[in-house]
Every structure is written in C-alpha cells, then in structure tokens.
C-alpha cells in the first residue's frame, strides 16, 4: 500500500513537473521571440508611448489636407504600411501633428504662444516641436529680439494630455536651430511691453513672419530637410483649425502673399536658398534688409504691430532625417508631396522623355571634399565604361556648383546614381520613382542607414560595398607622374599620421593589383575589414560586420581606396537590376 502511495505520489509530482515544464518553456519561447523581436526592429520602429499619446489628441480636424496629399498616398502600391510607418511618413504624420498642440502662455496673457509636437520614436517621451505666437507682438532693433506679452507656463494637463511636452523639454538640435533656441535666443517675454501697447496694437491675422535659422548652406541632405521641414510647419497649420471644430485653420494659402521669411542666420545663400520661394513666392529676407523695409518707431525703437510669428520645425527633426537605424518603409507619401512640389517650382516634368529602346543611364557623382574614394573619376569609371559601355551610358556628375534645378534634373534622368557616401546620393529621391538603383559606397565601419532607407521609401534597389582608408599621406597615381609607381605625397588630412611611404598601399599603378586580402594593415591601421574582403550587395547583412556606430572617428578622412574588380561588379548588379525591374 505504501508503494502504491509512493508510485502515486511520483506519478503527480512528474505530471506536475511536465505542466510546470511545458508552462515555463512556452514563456522562455514567448519570451525569446519578444526579445528577437525587440533586437530586430530598431529603436526608432519602436514607440510605447504612441497609443497613449494618439487617445490624448484634439479632435480630428474637418479641413482637408492640401490635394496632393491624398493623390500622393493612392501611388503606395507596396504592401500595407506599419503604424510606424504611417505615423511617421504618411497622411497620418500630417493629421496627428496637427491634433497635438498646447498654449504656453498664462490667460492674462496678450500674446497665445501655442506649440504643436509629434512622438520622437529614437527617445520615448520626446517629442519633436514647432510654434506660433499671435497677438501683443513687436521687434527691438535695439535688442535685435522679437518680443511677445506672453507670461509663460506649462501647458494644462486637461488641455494638452500626455501629447504635449512641458516648455523646458521643447527641443533645440545641432548647429543651434530648433524652437527653443530660436525662443531662447531671439524673443524676450514680457508680461507687458511697452511697445506693444501704443498705438494699432492689433496685429493683421493675415500676416506672418517664419523666423528661420539654417544649419549649413551647402549640404544638400541638411538642406532638403530644413526645406521639407518648412514644408510640414506650413501644411499642419493649414489644417489646424483656430477654434476646436471650426473651419479655419492658422495659415490659409491665401495668406501667402503676405508671409515673409526671415534668415536669422549669417550663413551665405547656397545653392538650395531658392527652394524656401515655394512657401512665399518670394526670396528670404535677412534680418537687416528685413527691419530696413518696416517703419520703425523711433520712440522705442520698435517694429509693432506684428501679425504671426511661426518658428518652425527644424530640419534635424524632419523624419526622413532617420540615418542610424533601419527603416522598413516602402512608401513615403511626404516625401512624394515634396518632390512632386519642387519639380512644380522649377516647372519641370517629373518623368523624363524616353525615346523607345533607351539605355541605362549610369551617373557617377565626384566627391572632392572629405571621404574621396581614389580613383572613382579615372580608373574605375574607365574600367566600369569599358565593361558596361556597349550596353549602358555612363558619365560622371559634379554636382557642386551646379544650379539646382539642373541638379533635380540629372537626378530625374539617372537610372543608376553611383557614389562614395555623402550628401550627393541625397539626389536619389529625384530619380524616377521605382525604377531605379542607388549605389552606396562606404567608408569601413561607417553603419549609417540613411541612403539605404532612402532607397527603400522610393522604391530603388539599393546595393552597398565598403571602402578602406589610406592611413598615410601618401597614395600610388595612377598612370604615375614622372615613371611607374610614382609615389605622391600630399598634404596631412587629420589621420596624425606622419609620411611614411612603408604605410602606402601599394607600390603599383597598376589598378587591378588594388586588393589587399582582407584589408592589408598598411592601409587600415590594423584593422581586419571584412568588407574588403567581399563584394556585398543589397541586402542588410552587410550591416551586421558593424559592431558599432565610429562616425565621430571616421567621418571626416578623406581618402579611401575600393578594387576595381568589386567596383566594376558592384555597378554591373545596379545596372542588371535596373533591367529587370523595366522588364517586370
């Protein structure tokens, strides 16, 4: 009988185990899938806080988005987006920015500084601002300040939710822009101005003043988001209605004519000033030349009244600007809007005339500055020419210089873009959508995504290949300069190191001898590159030899080297890719 109870008391205990077992298995497996999940999707894919904040808006506006906007959106013809990716690059980016908005200013305020705000995926809780103020506002040419009647506070918990940010977390970004430093740095608060006070203190609604201060002049990637950014700013306040429910929004297109924008910056025009022409139709004021044209008052030395004052969203907040991560989007409906709007301003077509049996049109685009791949505008363009050069068309681009619009131009008419990494390959969203490829080439260990994500939200194929650094200061020329291998020393470009012709790649001019098994330390510094050592093509596996983003280290070295035998691969697969998406 005892042993029964024993054999018994077994028999539970092993049922009882196996239940515990297979419990704690399902959860381990449950548990690792969530985690492999968690390690595939990138940060920025990830926002915890997005449901919480969408039950949190106002309203839904009842004023339509511009038309181009729903036209846009009906050309996905990919597969059905992610919520990531419609709230950060489709209609509902537009719509739930425009619902997120909070006032800064006490009641008894004369001025209404409201602030609109979107989620900031890479950081939980952030969020990404622009403003505008109304009402009670003046500038000081002594101060060389805006200044508003505006007793500033943090918004209501009733009125803003957990979508708005308190007034100390609205943002500033890198090369002092965003609106807190515009807040910061060009507007006093004042309770009470006496400025504002006398005279016609009410200010025209029809008028508005965008105060906007630039990050470089010369950088196309920073440029296109600064430019798209503007883009955003305008569009949300169309549809944002002045009153909850009414049929008003902030900016009416009518109001162009009388919309100023001012350059707080001293930063030179550059090639890209032009495009901010598409929000005012007309040229950007610096400040000077702006408080030039307005009638002072000399009694308080002031320019009163002012209508609206917009500050905008700023470029590094502009979602296309997501370059460290991975972004599985295959559809950008902003980005489409855009584009579509500067082929408008610039009155071009947005495909280009195709003669029946046309070739592939392969541009190679020179980069003369910081991360100059040795060889690009002579070897290997010759070799990738005498390759492909029966079947495609080859050239070599230089786009600095080059007025812009002829820039869209020779993108839109590029099949294949080709080109050391750089703000030159931002040119691939001109290219006709879809039916295109971009080629990246990287520096070693660089990691950065934004051209791959790019291509993806324009429907490109996108190929990738590493380049190694040249340590030394010195570098084989080709063809030689007073006989074969000929060594050329040049000036120091920051590597510290100092002339040694032992730290020279190679001693032969002879291109195709470029290969240094798996990255020969003479060149690298030591490091073994894997990149070096096999042609990648597009797929993100590439993007695994990175154990971790070295940009700061890396970014600014100026020569790098690529065999020709992978060079002349790599643009082959673009081109072939190119052909059969044509054929498809």
């Known amino acids: 009988m005892a042993r029964k109870r024993q054999l018994l008391g077994l028999v539970v205990v092993s049922v009882l185990f196996l239940f515990a077992f297979k419990t704690l298995n399902s959860r381990a497996i449950e548990s690792k899938e969530s985690w492999l999940t968690t390690l595939i999707t990138p940060t920025k894919n990830h926002n915890p806080s997005a449901e919480l904040d969408r039950q949190t808006l106002a309203p839904p506006s009842t004023i339509p988005l511009p038309a181009e906007y729903r036209a846009a959106s009906l050309l996905n013809l990919s597969e059905p987006l992610s919520n990531f990716c419609r709230d950060r690059f489709g209609l509902d980016f537009l719509e739930n920015f425009s619902r997120c908005r909070a ?19 890479g950081v939980p809780g952030s969020k990404d601002s622009f403003c505008i103020a109304r009402n009670g506002l003046a ?51 004042y309770e009470t101005t006496v400025s504002a006070g006398s005279g016609d203190s009410q200010p025209k609604s029809d008028s508005y003043l965008v105060l906007l201060k630039r990050e470089v002049e010369s950088n196309i990637w920073h440029a296109i988001n600064e430019v798209m950014a503007m883009m955003t700013t305008f569009d ?75 500050i905008p969203f700023a470029g590094s907040a502009n979602p296309l600007w997501s370059d460290w991560n991975p972004i599985d989007c295959a559809d950008n409906t902003m980005l489409r809007v855009f584009v579509q709007r500067v082929f408008d301003f610039y009155k071009l077509p947005r495909r280009r005339e195709r003669a029946p049996g046309s070739r592939v049109l392969v ?25 492909f050069g029966g079947a495609a068309d080859l050239r070599m681009v230089d786009f600095e210089g080059m007025p812009f619009r002829e820039q869209v131009e020779v993108a839109r008419d590029s099949d294949v873009l080709v080109g050391m990494h750089g703000a030159g ?16 080439i990287q520096p070693d260990r660089l990691c950065h995504w934004g051209f791959r994500n790019l291509a993806k939200m324009t429907g490109h194929k996108y190929f990738v290949a590493g380049a190694s650094r040249v340590v030394g200061n010195c570098y084989t020329v080709p063809g030689g300069l007073a006989g074969a291998g000929e060594m050329q020393i040049v000036a120091n470009d920051g ?45 993100d596996e590439w993007y695994k030899t990175c154990k971790k983003k070295e940009a700061a280290d890396i970014w600014w070295m100026t020569r790098y080297i690529m065999e020709q035998d992978r060079f002349v691969e790599l643009v082959g697969d673009a081109i072939e890719a190119v052909r059969e998406t044509w054929m498809s």
Not at 289 to 301: C, F, G, K, L, P
Not at 425 to 440: C, D, I, S
């Open 236 to 310: 949300v306040l169309e549809i944002a209605p002045e009153t909850t429910g009414g049929d008003t929004g902030l900016f009416s297109p009518d109001a162009i004519p009388n919309t100023e924008i001012i350059v707080l910056d001293d930063l030179p025009d550059g090639s890209f000033f032009e495009l901010f022409q598409m929000f005012t139709g007309s040229k950007p004021k610096r400040l000077d030349e702006w408080i030039a044209s307005r009638r002072v008052d000399e009694t308080t030395n002031t320019i009163h009244p002012l209508g609206n004052v917009i």
């Open 363 to 387: 541009s190679v685009v020179v980069r003369r500055g910081s991360r100059h791949l040795l060889g690009l505008d002579t070897h290997l363009f010759a070799a990738a020419k005498a390759r």
């Open 139 to 189: 500038f000081d040419t002594k101060r060389r300040k805006f200044s508003i009647k505006c007793q500033a506070q943090d918004p209501a918990p009733q009125e803003a939710g957990t979508c708005a940010v308190p007034y100390r977390n609205i943002r500033s970004y890198g090369y002092l822009t965003g609106p807190k430093y515009i807040l910061n740095e060009w507007v006093d608060f």
């Open 495 to 539: 590597t510290g190191v100092p002339y040694d012709t032992s730290r020279c790649y190679t001693w032969t001019t002879d291109a195709s001898a470029w290969s240094f098994e798996c990255s020969d330390p003479r060149v690298t510094g030591g490091d073994r590159s894997f990149w070096t050592c096999k042609h990648r093509d597009a797929n």
């Open 425 to 440: 390959l931002t040119h691939a969203m001109f290219m006709e959508e879809g039916r295109g490829a971009l080629v990246e």
């Open 103 to 121: 006032g800064y200013c006490t009641e008894d305020s004369v001025t209404d500084l409201t602030c609109f705000h979107t989620p900031e995926p």
